[in-house]
């Protein structure tokens, strides 16, 4: 079955410390997004990248980092700048009929 | 600035009722319009409208779009409790992403 893969579900973080959110697509899709989600609140565009190695900062970019080394892999790295990480995390891709697909979240707690 | 607003923020209702949810949007590079269905994780697609005036329908579910009052509305009739969900309007930009609104808790109480 094509689709994405996030991991892990649940993520927890110590202050200070960088994590890496894992999103693999076997969709052969070229464009793919990190969004995140918190309470009450829609989807922000973190980090897209349209093909491999290269990507543009989305609206709350900072305190992110992403790598688009292959076309099916796009890890998002959560740094110790980002003050608020705690969140819901979700990748997408998007095939050339425009569909968006989306993975099933990774949700980050600090501790 | 782009942006899109969804209202209301949250609704309750009782099956059977009929519902409308609203988006509106200002977005300089628009392409399509998209409304999604959020339950717990990943949210699931339910139309892509390009089209103004051309309503899209699933089941009970229906969507139109109106690119002169930059709007579009989503109708539930019949509602039951399996359509409780977040309901998540979302403009894909030409640049080549999405910008979505701060979605509907949608609450069918039996």
Redesign the interface.
Known sequence: DGGITQSPKYLFRKEGQNVTLSCEQNLNHD?M?W?RQDP??????IY?S?IVNDFQK??IAEGYSVSREKKESFPLTVTSAQKNPTAFY?C?S?GRD???T????TRLTVV | EDKVVQSPLSLVVHEGDTVTLNCSYEVTNFRSLLWYKQEKKAPTFLFMLTSSGIEKKSGRLSSILDKKELSSILNITATQTGDSAIYLCAVDRSQGNLIFGKGTKLSVKP
């Open positions: 464009a997004y969004y009450g609140q829609g989807l922000r565009l897209y349209q989305g609206d979700l997408a998007r425009y569909g968006y989306f993975g099933s979240g």
